[in-house]
């Protein structure tokens, strides 16, 4: 079990987790406080060992390691931090270091039922603007989109096929997440740094999700190809949704196929009427 030595050598340790459903595996601790004790305090020597059985052994692994630096660590208390769906913190709980382990789970149970959810499913296509580090430790969240690289984890919607546009600033070329997409465009790919994208992926021993897509010039060949290679779709009435990034999905485009659907929820407004996706010159989305 390693730890950063500045903080052993700290009068105090306050670890500041986000509680949410990881991208990877189910357990009673995911994405937490407990995650930050182990992989974030870890740093990559940690995260290599607690990874080095795969994401089925994570459930274990995760409380078990958690433990040993809670028993020899300076570890004052942690912070846990609950979001809504909108991407905004709701909710901050202060958790003793003695109470950590016990009171975390109850709280990634409250995370679970403020989870934003696409509200059309199956879809033919999902076009997804942007991936990055900054939206999801997956580049887009798995949780959202159904795209799940391993088998220990499930949910989310059900998509033919995922095209994915181009990569945020903010990741810096880490390209983690493209490997969930079946389409992309060049755009995304000359901003791919393999030096940034690869450790993740290597240390998490999932390499899938690294992997390059089907690349095609600009966003309409990646959409119409996606679309083309959607099987059993209806292409004349596709079944599509574009949204901005899995943090964001408050607003999203539909294609008509979906409207008579959108109309009958009582949790979707319709905020227009239907019109072309606007492609420039180029053939890339305005």
């Known amino acids: 079990v390693w730890i950063d030595r500045l903080a052993a050598e700290a009068d105090g340790i306050i670890p500041v987790g986000r509680i949410k459903p990881h991208t990877a595996f189910r357990g009673p601790y995911e ?60 909710r ?17 149970e409250e995370a679970n039922t403020r989870m934003p959810r696409i509200l059309f499913d199956p879809l033919d ?47 810096g070329g880490a390209a983690l997440g493209m490997g969930m997409a079946d389409t992309s465009t060049r755009r995304l790919f000359d901003k791919i740094d393999m030096e940034e994208t690869y450790p993740n992926a290597i240390t998490c021993t ?34 599509i949704v574009r949204i901005a990034d899995t943090l964001h999905i408050e607003h999203l485009l539909i294609s008509e196929a979906l409207l008579d659907e959108a109309r009958a929820n009582p949790s979707i407004e319709i905020l227009g009427e239907p019109a072309y996706l606007p492609f420039d010159i180029n053939g890339n989305l305005l």
């Open 31 to 90: 994405s937490g406080v407990v995650k930050m004790l182990v992989i974030g305090l870890g740093k990559q020597a940690g995260a290599d060992s607690c990874h080095d059985a795969g994401f089925g052994a994570l459930a274990e692994r995760l409380p078990a390691y958690a433990r040993v630096i809670l028993d020899n660590a300076p570890v004052l208390f942690g912070i846990a931090l609950l979001e809504n769906a909108y991407d905004e913190t709701c």
């Open 92 to 108: 901050i709980e202060a958790l003793p270091a003695d109470r950590i382990l016990a009171e975390e789970p109850a709280l990634l």
């Open 125 to 171: 296509v999902l076009i997804v603007d942007r991936i990055g580090k900054n939206i999801s430790g997956d580049g887009m969240d798995p949780n959202i989109t159904g795209t799940f690289m391993t088998p220990f984890a499930s949910g989310g919607i059900s998509a033919n096929r995922v095209t994915v546009l181009d990569l945020t600033p903010e990741t």
């Open 206 to 239: 999932v390499l899938d999700f690294a992997k390059i897509p089907l690349i095609l010039p600009n966003d309409r060949e990646a959409i119409q190809c996606a679309l083309r290679c959607a099987v059993g779709a209806d292409r004349a009435h596709p079944r």
